[in-house]
């Protein structure tokens, strides 16, 4: 056995008795307003692509009741004064606390999103000065989410695990040391929202003339399958605001350029007659007269609002947003007074900053972290409008961006027990997590399973380790760890695996798509390789000789059709034979060269092709391949307005404009450019100027606080200002020659430019 598998069963105890922990929910039952036999919503995950249409019948068949927006609400008197109160709550799909008519936290799309056949997340809030002596009144608006798609516009997907359920549990302790608990019960009343129509996919409606007058005594629910987990990351939230920037089109329509692209939705105040209504469409791009235009993210997605017509009334969507810059505003445009947009994305802090003379580098970090912040919601998603979904491969591949910019900890353990939960019973991973719907048809075999994906369960607790310096995920996610390597094992053929997506939207002169510069086989076996090097699996040896004798030309010193990706996998994985590295990256160089210096890599091959470089000594280079505003290359989406990264090197191309798949460079700029390497506890401080880059500063997360690099090349002088917080130690290496140890504190340090 492995040392890893060792710590494994010791570490096993643990998970079982955590496992086997109650929760705080005592005697609270699941309520709602329909059962789930009543609501007659489809089973199964199934339901995508053309098998949409041919069921359209029978999604029509589920009770309205089923995906109807309630309120639920209990009244309860307090003959004490109260010392402390908390309160526990999974409302799903999604919920609004209030209490006495005080919202309850400020999050958005609460409870985080999981596998609600295996995970239940559940929030914890301090209520203490919520709370009254006398009558008090908790107040839940529910709505779908994940957990209730059962479209009606655009829908990328049907799924559901039931209609909108409450599980609630209120500890008050009083002054006098008592305790009491109120939970929800049968006793419990629920009530008709204005919210008439609520989907993550396709929008919401709200109707200010409804008021919850009508209430009913609820119906206790069969409980979800998951189990209950309290939520690990931290909150999506209303993060920042946009005014209106242009306004593009006034006349039946009012059309306004908000200025920034970002995930999140509209907020309004209107003031009008009792019926009159709006409507606001969002949208990343326009059609030529200028309306908004969703052809390619997902349509029709919309926002109603009808007035009560009692004064001047604010409204957003709380239960649906989508990714957008424009908005456009019809019915009754009179009544509007003002909008905004509310960019809503995951409360996990900044733990960074950077800045360089290059002011197209400048731009690209900007665009860059607009992107991640945008799919930085319940999970990281590909794209905040026609998916939503977790795509597993961009969270690592894009890891040290990630972690060298925001506080990671919580959102890849959270991460990781979504990756677990969606691990099928043979060991085989999806490429999303959750897993909401498996896809079917004949197209949809490479979309289920390929180890670039689904290889995300090993390459994040590996990830975590690297640079918090904390094995606890490897020790805790072991079996399903090993489960998936050993999956891959039975796919194999002679140790070469041949499945999955490849180097996904590689460059060429064509639409992005599938990989055309690479095979496919070398890309899913060379990370087959990796997982089980990663792993310590004897048969990486087997893996890397069959990589070798499969796709190697000794002769050339070329790896299948020597595409950048193919050269570079190699020599980042250590698959070249030894003797050679120099020989492979000459013709990667080469084939580079070949094609204006320019790249050719696409999703999975860009950050080996940027290591590579690194690695190799061509810093240089890559710089020119970067530093210019043709396509491929991010000054070309900067140059074309874009706000946010692009799914496409080239946006002209379509589909998404707020991706962050493509966001490798970033992996780079603080641990390379700026010189600010974590690896736990320790840090390297080993800067690179390159190009015509002249200064570079910005700043990290430490083991014990921030550390900060300043540096300058001023004449023939490289000079460099360095603040290392208490505690921590850190490695110097100058970049033209020299080391040394820091200890916490201000260090200034210079030195001439050896000149060559």
Request: glycine share 8%.
């Amino acid at each position: 056995m492995t040392k890893r598998g060792i710590l494994f069963l010791l570490f096993a105890i643990t998970l079982r008795v955590a496992a086997q922990s109650p929760t705080c929910f005592g005697e609270a039952q699941w309520i709602g307003a329909i059962t789930r036999q009543q609501a007659n919503i489809p089973e199964g995950r199934h339901y995508t692509g053309g098998i949409l249409k041919q069921t359209r019948a029978l999604w029509n068949a589920a009770d309205t009741l089923s995906r109807r927006s309630i309120y639920i609400a209990r009244n309860f008197q307090l003959k004490k004064r109260v010392a402390h109160a908390t309160v526990q709550i999974a409302g799903l799909g999604c919920y609004k606390l209030s209490i006495n008519r005080r919202t309850v936290g400020d999050a958005e799309f609460s409870p985080a999103w999981s596998d609600y056949d295996k995970t239940v997340f559940y929030n914890t809030y301090e209520v203490d000065t919520c709370l009254q002596r006398g009558m008090n009144t908790v107040h839940v608006l529910l709505g779908n989410g994940f957990y209730n798609e059962q479209g009606g516009r655009y829908h990328k997907l049907k799924v559901s695990f039931g209609p909108p359920t409450l599980l609630l549990a209120l500890h008050i302790t009083y002054h006098d040391g008592s305790k009491e608990t109120i939970v929800s019960d049968a006793a419990w009343q629920w009530s008709l929202s204005p919210i008439t129509f609520n989907s993550l996919y396709g929008g919401e409606d709200y109707d200010a003339r409804i008021s919850s007058t009508a209430w009913h005594p609820v119906v206790v629910q069969q409980a979800p399958k998951g189990i209950l987990r309290p939520q690990l990351a931290y909150p999506v939230k209303v993060m920042e605001h946009y005014e209106v920037a242009q306004t593009l089109r006034r006349d039946s329509i009012l059309v306004f350029d908000m200025g920034q692209n970002l995930a999140g939705f509209p907020e309004i105040t209107v003031k009008g007659k009792r019926g009159q209504h709006i409507k606001i469409t969002p949208a990343e791009t326009l059609t030529d007269d200028l309306r908004c235009n969703q052809k390619q993210t997902g349509r029709p997605h919309y926002y109603t609002y009808t007035l009560s017509g009692k004064g001047t009334e604010t409204w957003h969507p709380v239960f649906s947003y989508y990714g957008f810059r424009y908005l456009q505003v019809e019915g009754d445009i009179e009544t509007l007074r003002h909008i905004r947009s509310c960019f809503v994305y995951n409360a996990a802090p900044r733990t960074s900053s950077f800045e360089c003379s290059n002011p197209r580098i400048n731009a690209t970090h900007r665009i860059i972290d607009r992107a991640i912040r945008s799919n930085w919601q319940a999970v990281w998603t590909d794209c905040p409008h026609r998916e939503k979904l977790g795509w597993l491969e961009q969270d690592w591949l894009n890891g040290e961006a990630l972690l060298y910019n925001y506080d990671c900890r919580t959102m890849i353990q959270q991460t990781m027990q979504n990756m677990a939960d969606a691990q099928h019973p043979n060991g085989a991973m999806p490429e999303t997590a959750p897993e909401y719907t498996v896809f079917t048809g004949d197209w949809a075999k490479p979309f289920l399973e390929s180890p670039e994906w689904g290889g995300a369960l090993i390459a994040l607790p590996f990830l975590y380790q690297q640079y918090y310096g904390d094995d606890s995920l490897i020790r805790q996610y072991y079996k399903p760890m090993k489960r998936y390597v050993d999956y891959l094992a039975s796919q194999d053929s002679c140790y070469i695996l041949r499945m999955g997506l490849g180097d996904w939207y590689d460059y060429g002169p064509w639409r992005a798509g599938f990989a055309r510069n690479t095979p496919m086989p070398l890309v899913s076996t060379a990370h087959y390789y990796w997982w089980n090097h990663l792993m310590e699996e004897a048969r990486a040896d087997s893996i890397r000789e069959a990589f070798n004798r499969e796709f190697y030309n000794p002769q050339t010193h070329r790896y299948a059709s020597g595409s950048q990706c193919a050269q570079a996998i190699a020599l980042c994985m250590n698959l070249v034979p030894d003797g050679d590295r120099q020989a492979v990256l000459d013709q990667l160089v080469a084939d580079i060269h070949q094609h204006g210096d320019r790249l050719t890599t696409g999703d999975i091959g860009n950050r080996y092709l940027f290591k590579a470089l690194i690695d190799g000594g061509q810093r240089e280079l890559l710089y020119r391949m970067l530093n210019h505003d043709e396509v491929p290359g991010y000054g070309y989406q900067i140059k074309q307005g874009m706000t946010t990264l692009t799914e496409q090197w080239n946006p002209k191309h379509g589909a998404s404009m707020n991706h962050f798949m493509m966001a490798h460079i970033e992996n780079f700029l603080i641990p390379d450019l700026l010189g600010i390497q974590r690896r736990g506890n320790d840090l390297l401080i080993a800067p690179h100027p390159v190009g015509d880059i002249h200064w570079c500063k910005g700043s990290t997360a430490s083991a014990h606080g921030t550390v900060s690099v300043d540096w300058r090349i001023e004449g023939h002088t490289f000079y460099i200002d360095i603040m290392i917080p208490q505690g921590d130690h850190a490695t110097l290496q100058l970049p033209y020659g020299g080391s040394e140890q820091l200890e916490g504190g201000s260090h200034h340090r210079s030195q001439q430019i050896l000149q060559h």
